[in-house]
């Protein structure tokens, strides 16, 4: 279920920030069902991430509202891409041109506004978490950053690693905070660094983080 009074303190921690800082949450809702996202928009949640695109849509056409702001967070499979383009007003998890490409292509066709993506890069290293290098990612911004269709707004962070507790956390999610700085002392005007969740929020909030992703502190255990 929803949990409301959470989503409530967690609203007031990001309000008290000082100085004053713009973040916004996801709600990260694959695997809850129709009635946890109304509760969730009941209580003012607009930003949803899903990781599925079937599920996504079977949902977004159940709840048939366009008051809510749909964030495409799991992996994008070619053949998904029309609708992953079509059906979500922002994709993070970019990690390769050609995904780029197909996603722009979608949109400079339907006449809507460029989608806002993010690329996901592999800060640790480990080749179990996808995402570009960190050696390669100011080639792939540099190609996104001509394409039509899409709008790069910043980077997102895989889950950081397991090992080494909060001081590796900390280092994971600084990490990327210098790769976006990197990117904007190139000329890339970027706003997001999408990071952080259930378990590392606040150390990501500390680091930087302009956009959270929470699923289970808000929801509770998942079926997948
Ligand atoms: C599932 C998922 C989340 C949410 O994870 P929680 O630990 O439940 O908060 C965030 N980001 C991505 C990419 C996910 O797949």
Request: with cysteine; hydrophobic share 40%; glycine share 10%.
């Amino acid at each position: 279920m929803f949990d409301v009074s959470r989503w409530r303190q967690i609203q007031a921690v990001l309000a008290s920030l000082t100085p004053p800082r713009e973040i916004r949450v996801i709600a990260v809702s694959k695997g809850q069902g129709v009635a946890e996202i109304r509760a969730a928009a009941e209580a003012g949640v607009r930003l949803f991430g899903e990781s599925y695109v079937q599920e996504a849509l079977e949902k977004q056409e159940q709840l048939g509202r366009t008051d809510l702001e749909w964030h495409f967070i799991g992996r994008i499979q070619r053949n998904k891409t029309r609708f992953i383009a079509s059906r979500f007003h922002w994709v993070h998890g970019v990690t390769e041109e050609g995904q780029a490409r197909r996603l722009s292509e979608v949109r400079t066709g339907d006449g809507r506004p460029p989608l806002p993506i993010c690329l996901q890069v592999n800060i640790s290293g480990e080749t179990s978490k996808g995402g570009v290098s960190p050696a390669q990612l100011p080639m792939l911004a540099e190609a996104v950053a001509q394409m039509p269709g899409v709008t790069l707004r910043g980077l997102m962070a895989p889950p950081a690693p397991l090992q080494g507790g909060e001081d590796a956390a900390r280092r994971h999610f600084a990490a990327l905070r210098q790769q976006l700085e990197s990117l904007r002392a190139a000329g890339h005007s970027l706003d997001t660094l999408s990071m952080g969740m259930s378990g590392d929020y606040p150390l990501a909030l500390e680091e930087g983080a302009t956009l959270l992703r929470l699923g289970t502190i808000l929801f509770g255990r998942r079926e997948n």
